[in-house]
């Protein structure tokens, strides 16, 4: 046998069924931008020490095919960046087609056509949340007293801070928002933050919540888990495990006990509205907790979207009743009012088209098909710009009977007298957190450890 045919034999020896065909990953994807001339752009990280077994046998004479057939298996995918770019991503089981989500949402819509059908699914749905959770039962309170920090008034509403311990040695903080002046009681608004940059120190939140109060409602604008002041016990990378979701369902609980117990609370009057994760947050509160009489989930509700955070779909909530997806969780709050706010430029993009059609049908069995709106804005994308204010202003206004909100001449709210507070301002802890109180847990596995003996 000549050296030749011993080089080619050996060669051959590493691409044989003995070994699956095996090609490194980032070889593969060589091969595919140079058969099918695109550009796949990807960091080292998602490549190194990953193999394609069967690699030449996945190519097909089609581009999108031939990725998908490779990818796969690996959990990963691309997404088009431009016209034949493309961007190595891990595989995102929360992301759905429209039309994939929509084909589960009519089969889960199947299962019920009456109100008394409906009734018996989210009679078994509930408990089964709670379960998901890993709250059935109820952790106990830890029954310490809130901390609270001193008063700051403005022309015609007022702000403090306060943190509540909702687990031993867990804290979250948020900001109480009230009108100056008032007698008797008022609305209560829970205003959970969303991920976006800057916590619920940015402006945005500010806006909105000082704008409520000065429409008549004490508002309370609060952290995630592993976000905002709650990093001075855990760290970012723990706002993404599966636990951050239980964490933050019951911090929202806890709140709302502190709230609906103070004299001026009116328990008859509650509300519920946060954007992007917190929309998700607040469509399973209400599904979950009775005391919330009205929300508004803003650009977050969509059936072709699970929530892109484990915060949001971390727990296996979604698995219960064979399945189910956050239009039903949103259909739970009926009879309740509801308002959807979606856009164009996010998964909410298609919502008149399909999934606000269920809502008004569930809505339908109670004979109350108005209580629930949609304010789409086409043109928009993913925040809680003036607009959505506007709509969530425009709809809690009327569903809590507030004051109306300051207009200008065009019609939009005039926020110029809310005061955009420094972030420091708006800390329970100082500035380095020194006041953090010293039973105070430090890193998730400390957390991990009493939760788990909790029982």
């Known amino acids: 046998m000549s050296c030749s045919c011993l080089m080619i034999l050996q060669a051959g020896a590493q691409q044989n069924s003995d070994e699956a065909y095996r090609r490194p990953l980032r070889e593969v994807l060589d091969s595919i931008q140079t058969r099918f001339g695109v550009t796949i752009r990807y960091p080292d990280s998602m490549v190194n020490n990953k193999w394609v077994s069967y690699a030449d046998w996945r190519f097909r004479p089609g581009f999108e095919e031939t990725a998908d057939n490779i990818l796969k298996p690996l959990d990963l995918k691309l997404k088009k960046d431009k016209e034949r770019v493309y961007k190595l991503s891990v595989y995102e089981y929360y992301r759905w087609t429209p039309e994939e989500g929509w084909a589960e949402l009519d089969r889960i819509a199947a299962l019920y056509n009456d109100k008394k059908s409906w009734e018996?699914?989210?009679?078994?749905?509930?408990?089964?949340?709670?379960?998901a959770l890993q709250l059935n039962?109820?952790?106990?309170?830890?029954?310490s007293k809130p901390i609270i920090t001193a008063e700051r008034k403005y022309k015609d509403y007022?702000?403090?801070?306060?943190?509540?311990?909702?687990?031993?040695?867990?804290?979250?903080?948020?900001?109480?928002?009230?009108?100056?002046?008032?007698?008797?009681?008022?609305?209560?608004?829970?205003?959970?933050?969303?991920h976006w940059p800057k916590q619920r120190y940015r402006a945005d939140c500010q806006y909105r919540c000082a704008m409520l109060a000065r429409m008549g409602a004490m508002t309370f604008s609060y952290d995630l888990f592993a976000w905002g002041e709650s990093l001075l016990q855990f760290n970012i990378d723990d706002h993404r495990r599966s636990l951050s979701m239980t964490m933050q369902v019951l911090a929202t609980l806890r709140i709302t006990d502190y709230l609906l117990a103070r004299p001026d609370a009116d328990t008859n009057r509650v509300a519920?509205?946060?954007?992007?994760?917190?929309?998700?947050?607040?469509?399973l509160l209400t599904a979950i907790d009775d005391r919330i009489k009205v929300s508004a989930p803003v650009v977050s509700?969509?059936?072709?979207?699970?929530?892109?955070?484990p915060c949001e779909s971390g727990m296996p909530i979604h698995a219960c009743g064979g399945r189910t997806d956050n239009m039903e969780i949103a259909a739970m709050a009926a009879p309740r009012?509801?308002?959807?706010?979606?856009?164009?430029?996010?998964?909410?993009?298609?919502?008149?088209?399909?999934?606000?059609?269920?809502?008004?049908?569930?809505?339908?069995?109670?004979?109350?098909?108005?209580?629930?709106?949609?304010v789409h804005l086409p043109d928009?994308?993913?925040?809680?710009?003036?607009?959505?204010?506007?709509?969530?202003?425009?709809?809690?206004?009327?569903?809590?009977?507030?004051?109306?909100f300051p207009k200008l001449a065009d019609g939009q709210p005039d926020e110029s007298g809310v005061v955009i507070e420094e972030e420091k301002l708006l800390y329970v802890f100082g500035d380095k957190g020194?006041?953090?109180?010293?039973?105070?847990?430090?890193g998730f596995a400390e957390l991990e450890m009493r939760w788990k003996g909790r029982r």
Request: hydrophobic share 35%.
């Open 434 to 442: 020194e006041r953090l109180p010293a039973n105070a847990v430090h």
């Open 137 to 143: 039962p109820m952790p106990a309170s830890p029954g």
């Open 158 to 194: 007022t702000v403090q801070n306060i943190a509540l311990e909702i687990f031993p040695g867990v804290y979250v903080s948020g900001s109480l928002y009230r009108p100056l002046r008032y007698k008797g009681k008022i609305p209560v608004i829970l205003n959970p933050d969303g």
């Open 337 to 374: 009012p509801q308002l959807v706010v979606s856009d164009g430029r996010d998964w909410t993009d298609r919502m008149p088209e399909h999934d606000f059609p269920y809502l008004k049908k569930m809505y339908g069995y109670y004979g109350v098909a108005e209580k629930v709106e949609n």
């Open 380 to 404: 928009e994308g993913h925040d809680f710009g003036i607009n959505k204010r506007k709509a969530v202003y425009d709809f809690l206004q009327r569903q809590l009977n507030l004051k109306p």
């Open 120 to 131: 018996a699914r989210k009679a078994a749905l509930r408990p089964c949340l709670l379960d």
């Open 301 to 309: 509700l969509s059936s072709y979207f699970y929530g892109g955070c």
């Open 272 to 283: 519920i509205t946060g954007g992007s994760g917190a929309g998700s947050h607040t469509v």
